[in-house]
């Protein structure tokens, strides 16, 4: 069956760099996203890239920090997390679609189908 399993999570200091990885098993799919959702806040888009091209979004936030990309022949995509900031500290989900998004909808949750079971990560002090 399809899914998607997050893994890289963990407690880290505030300027240190932290790797997540979501492994897609059962299928391909056209665009994979990292959504965090910190507590007391709303869910939001922190990177997507689609699979074909490599098209990627990324929020205001994080640009010039994170980094997503996509391996092809590991069916992985990956959250490359530089210079950790306390306000990033969130659970982290994996979410990838089998539609066919256009490049202004990489950053919309609603582009998405499928979703990973969350990784949390913690960035204190």
């Known amino acids: 069956q399809v899914q998607l399993v997050e893994s890289g999570g963990g407690l880290v200091q505030p300027g240190e760099s932290l790797i997540l990885s979501c492994a897609a098993s059962?299928?391909?799919?056209?665009?994979m996203a990292w959504f965090r959702q910190a507590q007391g806040k709303e869910r939001e888009c922190v990177a997507a890239i689609r699979w074909r091209d490599n098209n990627r979004y990324y929020a205001d936030s994080v640009k010039g920090r994170f980094t997503v990309s996509r391996d092809k022949g590991k069916n992985t995509a990956y959250l490359q997390m530089n210079n950790l900031k306390p306000e990033n500290t969130a659970v982290y989900y994996c979410?990838?679609?089998?539609?066919?998004?256009?490049?202004?909808?990489?950053?919309?949750?609603?582009?998405?189908?499928?979703w990973g079971q969350g990784t949390k990560v913690t960035v204190s002090s």
């Open positions: 059962g299928r391909t799919f056209s665009a």
């Open positions: 979410a990838a679609t089998t539609g066919s998004p256009i490049s202004s909808g990489l950053g919309v949750a609603s582009t998405y189908d499928i």
